[in-house]
């Protein structure tokens, strides 16, 4: 009997051990993490309270923000749409730094371009061209961006859902995800938030969260969030049907990305063969690719002809439902 109770008594003492241990250990390599992730955690909030705070709804009167309400996207000028681009970009850029990196582009290839070709036009055409690339970053950061965001959108309203279901406001959702989500959509929700809690209209915030993320998912949960406050109804179970909504829509978009990544990897080997090639051609064999430099109209009518083609199968491999 006495030996059972001394072996008992061992096993015990070694789990106990054990766990002292291991929970000796997690503290000390996970002590620092923890820390870092909450004061990650803590900036990410306090630079969206700041930014809520800096945000020129503020400045706005109460008449110029219920025209905000009223007004079509295809009645905004291209300053306003370049700004939409920029956040739902997520870059924290300007328009002016923006136009900065466009300008320093162009001459960071003018100079090599026209140094290889001997030839002001060309190197004006190739700075011209290579120009716009920071604006091509821009859109894949913001279709980047997007398709994260669409990824976390049902779990999210589900989340909001159970929220709304627990007895907690449209608010307090909006923070429940906040707090429960990666970026990008809880910098975007909890932006919305604040923007309520320091006196915004919940309909203006809740466009404008629309507007900066740009995603078609989220205009149908506006939609949704603003008649549901305008006639009533339940939008706990509208919040469910939506997530599962947005789980096919995201499955069909995978699909189809998937049956048409053959066509957009054509495109691109289509798209950078011919430049590398004459780079190629003329750092090896200067000669022979001279007789093609003193006809820039060759040229031009070659980056015509990619620009056409590049077009063309974009037109094919994307299109929206």
Known sequence: MSLNLFVTSTFLAAIFC??????????????DRQRLQSRIQDEV???????????ILRSLSQEDLHKLISTADDSRTWQEKLDDLLDQSG????????????????????IPALFLSKRFSIGIACGLICSVFPFLYVRFSKNKRQNTMRAQLA??????SSTLRAGQSMTQSLQAVAADFPAPISEEFLLCSEQQNLGLDPEIAMRQLARRCGIIELKIFVVAVLVQRQVGGNLS?????LAHIVR??????????????????????LMALPPFLLIVMI??????????LDCPSLLYAMGISMLLGWLWIRKIVNFDF
């Open 248 to 269: 096919d829509r995201f499955r069909i978009l995978g699909l189809i990305e998937t049956l048409t990544a053959e066509g957009r990897l054509q495109a691109g080997v």
């Open 18 to 31: 054990v766990i002292a241990v291991y929970s000796f250990v997690s503290d000390l390599i996970f002590r």
């Open 155 to 160: 779990d999210a309203f589900e989340l909001m």
């Open 91 to 110: 870059l924290q850029w300007s328009r002016n730094q923006l136009y900065s990196f466009c300008i320093g582009v162009a001459i960071s290839v003018f």
């Open 237 to 241: 179970e509208i919040l469910q049907g």
């Open 45 to 55: 909030c306090g630079n969206q309270r700041e930014r809520a705070r800096r945000s």
């Open 283 to 292: 750092v090896m064999n200067r000669e022979y690719t001279q007789s093609l």
